[in-house]
Each structure stands twice: as C-alpha cells, then as structure tokens.
C-alpha cells in the first residue's frame, strides 16, 4: 500500500529555518530529506536532514526522545544511513514526523536550533554503504529509441513486455555527487575497423536515472509481492549510471554489460523518503492497446492506481570553457518518472520472484528515464543519434558524447496544485581526462 497524507505533507506548514520557506526550494519542511555529513570542524560523520540550506544533526537534535523516535534517532548518529534503514517503515515514519513538529515555525525547538549547520560548512558524504547494485531498463522510450539503432525492424526484444529487465552491476564505483572521476579506458571496436583497441573510451554517455535504496530486507527464497513492496523502499535519489557506448557495444553479448558500465555511478547525496513522495504518487503508466497484461505476479490493482512517481528530472552540461566564460549550465532534456512502463514495486517484486532476498542498502537504478519526444531522452545515445546529430552548446561548441572537462548534472523535483513542491538537489560530476 501507498503511503498516506498526513500531518508532515500539510502544504501550510513552515518551519523556522527561514530558508526552507523561500519558494522553488528544494528542501522544504514538507521534504526532509536525510543524507550523511561531517562537519568542518573535524567530527566524525553522521546522518542528517537537509532544510533549506541547513542541515539538522539528527541523533544530537532528537537525542531527548525515547521510544521509536528516539531508537531511530539514536540510529542517526552511525556514519552512513543503513541502520535507521533496518529500523522499518514506522520508524522512519515515527522520526520524520518528531523532526517535522520540531523544525516547524509553530514549535521551534530550541535543541534543534543548536544543532543546524550551514550546508556550505560541511563535507557531504555518500549517504549508504551500498551492498548490492542491480540496474533495470524499465523505460520503453528508452528501450526503443536504443534497440531501434541496432535493430531498426525489431527494436524491443519479445521478453520486454513481460519482464522488467536489469543486470547486476558494481558497488565499488558508487561515488556521491562532486565526485570527479577519470575517463575509462576499454576495448573498442567501431564498423570500420578490422579489430578492436584498448584506449579511452571515445563515446562517453550519462544515463538520467531514478535510483532507490532498500531498507526493509526480506527473506531468501521470499518473493516480495507488488503489493508490500513498498514497506521494503527507505528512498529516492537521482543517479547517473555513466556509460562508455563504444566498450559497451563491444563487450555486451553474450553477457550484458561490464566495463562500458562500472567505472562509476555518481548519486545524488540527499536521499528523498517514500513517505515525503506520497503527495506526488500517480497512475501507473498506461500501457497501450494491445501490450500484454503483466502476468499475475506482476499486477496489482492498488500498483496500477498508484504505483507511478510524477517527479521531474533534467540534466544539464556545463563545458569547460562555458565555465571559464562563466555561463551558466545550459538543459539538454526534461522528462518525467511517471513515463516508466515497469513501476518501482514492480521492479521489487521481478527483482525477488525467484527467491532472490534483497537487503538494507541494496540499491537499486530505474534504468534511463525517457520520454516519447527527443526533449525528453535521457541519455546522449538517443538525443545525438549515437553522435551523428550533436547538440549546439553556448560558445558555438558541440557535443555528441560527452568531453573531458565537462560537468553533467542531474535535478529532480516533484510539484502540483495543492502540495508543497520538494526537489532532490543535485546529482553532478566532473569528467577527468583518462591519464
């Protein structure tokens, strides 16, 4: 089940950071997001909610609780966020609405006063220690607009209406947003060459991603029906799951991908509750006439009527020299979550039908996010034609895959009529040359 309304989503609440009350912001006191920071100071890191450009040391704010709030905010005094994770759907609800009455303009609570820190002051830090990473493809926008450039007569193979795909890729190379990393090196081989190379790779991409944490485990050789899948899901973030096109073009049959994929996936450092989300659930996608139903351990009715997300996504670039010349970050694309053929729960549910458990700080990536219109493609792939058609950049610059030099950043927000509007921040990285 979905989860409710309720007090914390009330769009007439304010708080007392005056910050959190300007309009367009992302961390308003409807969003509380939670995240990992250190202090400048030097003390050791420890969990945080963002409000406004504040952050809310949580375990010292709320260190006068007891009971559930005060066992989930105990939790919050760990480095990373998987041990309130572990604590379940009602103490991570049970918290969010202590520290929602303490940060309102109503309460005030001296205690967290003492303990909000400028965001500007603090090292953000990756905010899960992540387990395992399983990536879907669970857009058929996306998943059409890449078959069609292999396959133009067949783009989309005959299980994808049947099964979300994904593959398994790597932990290691999860790095928070801010993190520059190098251009990867692989084989690649394009048409006109007899055989491949090893050098660095010459068709670098993003894919604009929806990710979301596990919290609640489950028990191997326990599927997770689509209907409970949600008690599992702590949160959200933005993720980019960089790609090397041309590596991955090589490598991926028989297997899928490898190396074109898991030199580095940048997320999002705040990570967005389910429960602050509730306000922005929709229907399901609609499949069209003619799509096969999904079978019976993939359908619920309660997922059909609520199981989409309507939250925006962008990316942006900024080159070098943009940089240098200091103009702003110019947008490629905007597309929404509610465009997924295969729901998040859905994606739980496939994930664990053959008994596979998931586990707290599991992540687990949307595949790209797109749309049917090319304003709205999530990857260079599809918006360059594969680099045939390059995109017109500030400064008479072009792109058909990304440079080195160049700044790809990710936004997210959620907004409608009625509710409070709440974002996601940034998900940004720098790309190195490969050295």
């Known amino acids: 089940m979905p989860v409710q309304l309720n007090e914390t989503h009330d769009p007439a609440r304010r708080s007392f950071v005056d910050s959190a009350n300007a309009p367009g912001c992302d961390f308003p006191i409807q969003n509380l997001p939670f995240g990992v920071f250190r202090p400048a100071s030097g003390e050791p890191p420890r969990v945080g909610v963002a409000i406004g450009d ?65 965001m500007s002051r603090a090292e953000i830090r990756l905010p899960v220690v992540v387990g395992d990473f399983t990536d879907f493809f669970a857009s058929i926008f996306h998943a059409t607009n890449a078959g069609r450039m292999f396959r133009p007569d067949n783009p989309l193979m005959p299980n994808y209406k049947y099964v979300p795909v994904a593959y398994h890729s790597r932990t290691s190379s999860i790095i928070v947003s801010g993190t520059p990393f190098k251009r990867p090196r692989g084989q690649r081989k394009s048409p006109s060459e007899q055989a491949p190379s090893y050098g660095p790779s010459r068709n670098l ?175 260079l792939l599809e918006l360059t034609a594969r680099g045939r058609e390059p995109l017109a950049l500030p400064g008479g610059e072009q792109r058909g895959f990304i440079e080195d030099g160049d700044e790809i950043i990710f936004r997210g927000y959620c907004e409608k009529p009625g509710a409070t509007r709440i974002g996601f921040g940034e998900c940004r990285a720098v790309v190195l040359p490969a050295g």
């Open 54 to 118: 504040q952050i809310l040391d949580v375990a010292a704010a709320a260190s006068s609780y007891d009971g559930l709030v005060g066992e989930a905010a105990r939790a919050c005094a760990a480095p990373r966020l998987n041990h309130l994770m572990s604590l379940g759907p009602q103490a991570w609800s049970a918290l969010r609405l202590a520290l929602s009455r303490g940060l309102s303009a109503e309460r005030a609570d001296k205690n967290f006063r003492q303990h909000l820190m400028p």
């Open 205 to 379: 991409d993003f894919e604009l991603e929806l990710g979301m944490y596990i919290g609640t485990p489950s028990a191997l050789g326990e599927p997770v029906p689509v209907g409970k899948a949600a008690e599992h899901i702590f949160g959200f973030c933005l993720l980019n799951d960089w790609s090397a096109r041309d590596v991955q073009a090589w490598e991926y049959q028989p297997l899928g991908p490898f190396l074109g994929k898991n030199f580095a996936t940048t997320v999002s450092p705040w990570v967005v509750t389910a429960e602050a989300l509730a306000p922005f659930r929709s229907a399901a996608f609609g499949r069209p006439g003619g799509d096969p139903a999904p079978l019976p351990h993939l359908d619920d009715a309660e997922d059909r009527a609520h199981g989409g997300l309507d939250i925006t996504l962008e990316v942006y670039i900024s080159s070098a020299a943009m940089r240098r010349a200091g103009t702003t970050p110019v947008r490629i694309t905007q597309t929404s979550f509610a465009l997924m053929y295969w729901t998040a729960a859905q994606m739980i549910a496939h994930h664990t039908s053959n008994g596979c458990n998931i586990c707290t700080g599991d992540l687990i990536g949307s595949g790209t996010v797109s749309g049917p219109e090319k304003s709205s493609w999530g990857s």
